[in-house]
């Protein structure tokens, strides 16, 4: 199996699961379509993004959910907010003397001689 991230059968799988999505839409006649919905249990959304929309994707502190629906497209996005809320979480239970926000020294070495 290939270490790579896209491999060719990692595109072929991800453009059956658009190609699904946008069949079931366009199976529908014209006025029902929603262009948004879900697909082999993954949000699928068509419509045209705002701005603000896909702000919100990304940040959106309203939300408990890490993974939030994509603006446009298939699958998930990565709350930030919400990874941000997690991380001072863990950072306020670990003890202060384990951890300095004093800059590190950096010491350079000194060539060979």
């Not at 069949?23 to 006649?29: D, F, I, S």
């Not at 309203?62 to 446009?72: E, I, L, Q």
Request: overall charge positive.
């Amino acid at each position: 199996m290939s270490s790579k991230l896209l491999d060719g059968s990692s595109i072929r799988r991800a453009g059956a699961v658009v190609a699904t999505a946008l069949a079931k839409e366009l199976r529908q006649p014209s006025k029902a379509r929603t262009w948004t919905g879900r697909i082999f249990g993954l949000p699928y959304d068509f419509r045209r993004p705002t701005p603000e929309k896909i702000a919100r994707e990304f940040w959106d502190p309203d939300s408990d959910a890490f993974f939030t629906p994509h603006a446009f497209g298939v699958g998930y996005g990565l709350n930030l907010a919400r990874v941000a809320v997690g991380y001072a979480v863990v950072v306020d239970r670990v003890p202060a003397t384990t951890y300095s926000c004093r800059p590190l020294s950096i010491r350079r070495r000194r060539p060979a001689q």
